[in-house]
């Protein structure tokens, strides 16, 4: 069974069609880099894949269950643009409200092994609004893999981190991975992508342009794809 | 047991941040002391002149109060995009909705709890006298616009005036739940009790309440997803 199926989606805002005719695979223990220009589609896609919003057209299957089952949302992780924690609370009591609300049984545990996961036990009773942006997108990463979701879908991730924390999230990626689940990522950052993906996928004006293996090739010139399928 | 424990859950979650900020609260409980203290200028009250408004005004500064209140509850969580985590989480949208509902009651029911003494003292009305059955009206009038007001609190959640939006949308439907509320309020304050005729205005806030909790429990997740 496939980790996640897009087949035939159209998702419009107004007149305008966001995503036009998306089919996707990926199978399970791979890594899709979604790329494309800013507009392209990227963010839309993955918001649809998980479940923020519903396709026009199409259908989007995640573990064989629709986004919006709550089996499946039990095995997705998100990081988008926000970081979804919040700046009231502390880092621990972020992560044991998300470890709650994912039903996990010992939250305090879970939110303690993440903490230091990513480097942020010594500040685990600090308040969030004081963090600085970097501890705060590790936070984000702590959050979106406390749960150890099947299906990773992130949005940007490596945008704002510093080097520290971006050697964190490949890492984290990287155990995923090799534990065999599945990771979705749009990003600008290609090398950083590259260096993870399997498979790689480009859109362009909401159109898969692109769709295939990522080949040494790419790794070794992030600008390739862009080259032979961008619009120059 | 498990949709309690999410709704409890949500419920800690909205306290605590609220609690740690009292943005929220402390704005709406000055906004209803001062607007009981001005009144109180205005129609400089003896005891015979406050039982004529005295439910109205009380239910006019709970409602606007409540507002200040309900504006915020999912306001909270959009500057870091919180609200997708919440919707990516794999409780459903009834969860998320009573328990950000239980929270505002709380929070609304505290702004209330000390906006009464102060109108009892500035406009003479004995309103304890009638304790348990002002607490019993105060309970179901609060309910009422908080179950509407957190409701359109997430309908209007990415609307850029949402501070606008939410009561000009929100205080016409409460308007069934507002007239109850007042005439149960007046009748009680003029020493009158639940009974009789009254027991009518009771009937629609009850039936006020079941209506708009049902129909927000059912309707949350098209608004929240779509």
Redesign the interface.
């Given at each position: 069974m496939n980790a996640l199926a897009v087949e035939g989606v159209w998702k419009y805002y107004g007149d305008y069609p966001a995503l036009r005719d998306i089919n996707l695979t990926c199978e399970a223990g791979s890594c899709l880099a979604l790329i494309g220009r800013n507009g392209a589609g990227k963010t839309t896609l993955l918001?649809t894949i998980?479940?923020?919003?519903?396709p026009m057209k199409g259908a989007i299957k995640i573990l064989g269950g629709s986004p919006?089952e709550?089996?499946t949302?039990?095995n997705?992780g998100?990081i988008?643009?926000?970081?979804?924690?919040?700046?009231?609370?502390s880092a621990l009591?972020n992560l044991m409200?998300?470890a709650?609300?994912?039903?996990l049984t010992d939250a305090r545990t879970k939110a303690l092994q993440w903490l230091t996961e990513t480097g942020l036990e010594r500040v685990r009773d600090g308040?969030v609004r004081e963090f600085s942006r970097g501890m705060r997108q590790r936070l984000a990463v702590a959050?979106a893999f406390l749960h150890e979701p099947s299906l990773l879908l992130l949005d940007e991730p490596f945008t704002a981190l510093d080097d520290r924390a971006i050697a964190v999230l490949q890492r984290l990626l990287r155990e995923a991975l090799a534990q065999g689940r599945t990771v979705v990522m749009s990003t600008h950052q290609l090398r950083e992508a590259l260096e993870l993906a399997t498979h790689v996928t480009m859109l362009n004006r909401g159109q898969v342009a692109f769709d295939g293996p990522c080949t040494p090739e790419m790794v070794a010139d992030p600008g390739l794809v862009y080259a032979r399928y961008g619009e120059g | 047991m498990e949709f309690l424990r999410q709704v409890l859950v949500i419920l800690a979650k909205d306290v605590r941040a609220e609690l740690r900020t009292k943005e929220a609260v402390n704005a709406a409980l000055a906004f209803a002391v001062m607007i009981l203290v001005l009144f109180s200028f205005v129609f400089d009250p003896d005891e015979a002149t406050t039982k004529m408004f005295a439910g109205g005004l009380l239910w006019i500064v709970f409602a606007f109060a409540g507002t200040l209140v309900l504006n915020r509850s999912f306001a909270r969580e959009i500057p870091n995009d919180c609200l997708d985590a919440l919707v990516a989480a794999p409780i459903p949208g009834s969860a998320l909705f009573l328990g950000k509902a239980l929270a505002n009651y709380l929070l609304v029911a505290a702004v209330e709890l000390v906006a009464l003494p102060v109108f009892g003292i500035l406009y003479y009305v004995r309103w304890y006298e009638r304790f348990w059955q002002v607490m019993l009206v105060l309970a179901l009038g609060t309910w009422g616009v908080t179950v509407i007001g957190t409701m359109f609190s997430a309908l209007t959640v990415n609307i850029r005036l949402r501070e606008v939006m939410l009561p000009m949308i929100t205080y016409p439907m409460l308007t069934p739940a507002l007239m109850g509320a007042m005439q149960l309020t007046v009748d009680l304050m003029n020493g009158k009790s639940i009974a009789g005729d009254a027991t009518v205005w009771l009937k629609l806030l009850v039936g006020f309440d079941i209506l708009y909790t049902a129909a927000s429990i059912i309707l949350v997740d098209i608004v929240l997803v779509g």
């Open positions: 918001r998980a479940g923020f919003s519903r919006r709550t089996a949302r039990r997705v998100f988008g643009h926000g970081i979804a924690v919040y700046d009231e609370l009591e409200l998300y709650r609300l994912y039903g308040l959050r | -």
